[in-house]
Structure formats: C-alpha cells, structure tokens
C-alpha cells in the first residue's frame, strides 16, 4: 500500500466491502489508542487494510475502524501475530478506547 492510498483511506474515499466478504476473526492481545495487536490463524499481507471491529467488556462495539498491517510475526505453523496501525477511527472510538485502556490500569492497581 502506498502513502496516497494510505491518504486515500484516512479520508474515507475509495472504502467498500467486496461482494464475497467473509468477515474473520482473531483475538486481540494488544491495544492502544494508536492501533492493536491480534492473532489468528489467517494469513494477512503487510500492507494490508483491513476493516476492524472491536468489542470489549461494557463499551459499546466499535465498528467503523481501518487499520494498516504493519508487522507479521508466525507463531505456530497455522498462527500470526499481527500488528495493526488505525488509520481511520472516529475521535470518539479513539477516547472510547483510551478510557477503557485507563479503566483497566485503575483496576490493575487496586488489586
């Protein structure tokens, strides 16, 4: 993916599902305000844009999220470990994700 496609994406031009989508799933292992990490036994190109969902304990579902593969690492022979830049999110989505990350370091520190 080159910068003007990246560019492209930002501002919300040129995005659309395919016709056979066939959403997939992974488990998220890191989060930040910046992007995510995630595994899962599909093979994903660097490069790649893909359209993310993420769900996490008493917030809302945030759909309306794209984010730039940036790093692969195999894990086992039928598992990745995928490192995920956003490139487009809502402000609110990105608040939303920051109050949830604070949430979890406050109840890490009271136990």
Known sequence: ???DEVTAYKSGE???LPED???KT???TGLSGGGISFVTGNYIDKGTILWVQIGF???PLLTNIYGLITRRRKIKS???KYFL???RIAEKDREAIIRYIAQLQRESLLR
């Open 1 to 3: 993916m080159n910068e």
């Open 14 to 16: 040129g995005i659309s």
């Open 21 to 23: 989508f066939i959403p």
């Open 26 to 28: 992974g488990t998220m």
């Open 57 to 59: 304990k008493h917030y």
């Open 78 to 80: 039928d598992l990745y």
């Open 85 to 87: 830049e956003f490139i």
